[in-house]
């Protein structure tokens, strides 16, 4: 389960402390899907920076479980992140100098040696997301929504407790974006993951939000709505 509890947000500007978001609270268990919308500037990336770990909140608390990742130390936090949290980024950020597999591996890699097991469960994702024959290409040589699929499986490797995608169908086309919400449903549905996904396309928002377990909320004005 996480808990989110009035989370508040500035940031230090020479002309003063901009105020981001506040007082934000929110909770979900494993198998949700929790969509996240809001104009443009409204917070949603700064908002899924500190679900995931990667920015503090100003003020506010967070829990994953019984962890509270901000009160871990840096090596800590990024040892649980690495376990429990999955990114898909609107531009992927996948390694351009490694191959798709090396790509759905750096989970892995960051903790040490390779298990055999992830190296199947790696492959077996890549085929799961339709590039069983992709496996040894590197970025440069996927299409778009290639590469996005192969940021979905890297992102569910390990199975992570939550799943944050930050607009990962930004840059694709209708279909291969509705391709790619489809197969991150189903594969969540395996990992039974706790899904926050943001998003500006409304197809998107309906499809991850229409399942039994899916909730749309609104940032505005700092403050998360139902
Ligand atoms: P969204 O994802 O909803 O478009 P962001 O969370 O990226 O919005 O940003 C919200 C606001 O916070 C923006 O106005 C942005 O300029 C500001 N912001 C984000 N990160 C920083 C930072 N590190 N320092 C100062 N301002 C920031
Ligand atoms: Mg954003």
Redesign the pocket.
């Known amino acids: 389960m996480l808990k989110a509890e009035l989370l508040s947000k500035s940031?230090p500007?020479p002309s003063g402390s901009?105020d981001?978001l506040s007082d934000v609270s929110l909770s979900g268990g494993g198998g949700e899907r929790l969509v996240v919308m809001?104009?443009?500037?409204?917070?949603?990336?700064?908002?899924l920076a500190i679900l995931g770990g990667l920015e503090p909140p100003t003020s506010g608390s967070l829990q994953l479980g019984d962890v509270k990742p901000y009160e871990l130390n840096a090596v800590c936090r990024a040892d649980f992140r690495n376990h429990h949290i999955g990114f898909v980024f609107q531009d992927h950020c996948l390694l351009e100098s490694c191959t798709a597999i090396d790509n759905v591996l750096l989970p892995a890699l960051a903790s040490g040696k390779v298990k055999d097991s992830l190296v199947e469960r790696a492959q077996s994702l890549l085929e799961r997301v339709g590039l069983k024959n992709r496996t040894s290409h590197l970025p440069a040589e996927l299409s778009g929504g290639e590469r996005q699929r192969v940021a979905v499986a890297r992102a569910l490797l390990l199975c992570p407790t939550v799943l944050l995608a930050?607009e990962p169908t930004g840059q694709l086309d209708s279909n291969t974006a509705v391709q790619v919400i489809d197969l991150l449903n189903e594969l969540v549905d395996e990992t039974g993951s706790l899904l926050c996904i943001?998003t500006h396309d409304e197809s998107v928002a309906e499809r991850v939000a229409g399942c039994p377990q899916g909730r749309r909320l609104r940032?505005t004005d700092g403050h998360l709505v139902k």
């Open positions: 940031f500007t901009l981001i809001g104009p443009s500037g409204s917070g949603k990336s700064t908002l930050d943001v940032l």
